[in-house]
């Protein structure tokens, strides 16, 4: 079993960037496929970005491709969202998720274990 805490969020204007991390704990994070999601009040949570562990592949939701990046440092076992150019459409709880799967990545079904969430508030 895996546990993962995610760190980094804030307020942060338009534009502006931050780096959110998923740590993990109990065990290493590179046996595992690792996504980001993210929720805004009153909608359901929605893919953001993932890390395949096999090779590293990554993918990304159409609205953050070309501002976002996934990274991940296994031997810090940890897993990153760099997130450049934010927009106040970017605000939502963040939370990262791992499985063992490295299928079907962009549904939250594919994953087992989740993070609390970090909340990432972009003002205009």
């Known amino acids: 079993q895996v546990q993962l805490v995610e760190s980094g969020g804030g307020l942060v204007q338009a534009g502006g960037s931050l780096t959110l991390s998923c740590t993990a704990s109990?065990?290493?994070?590179?046996?595992?496929?690792v996504g980001w999601f993210r929720q805004a009040p009153g909608k359901e949570r929605e893919f953001v970005a993932a890390n395949r562990w096999i090779d590293s592949y990554v993918y990304y939701e159409d609205s953050v491709k070309g501002r976002f990046t996934i990274f991940r440092d296994n031997a810090k076992s940890a897993v990153y969202l760099q997130m450049n150019s934010l927009k106040p459409e970017d605000t939502a709880v963040y939370y990262c998720a791992a499985t063992w799967s490295g299928s079907s990545l962009e549904g939250p079904d594919a994953y087992r274990y989740w993070g609390q969430g970090t909340q990432v508030t972009v003002s205009s």
């Open positions: 109990g065990r290493t994070i590179s046996s595992y496929s």
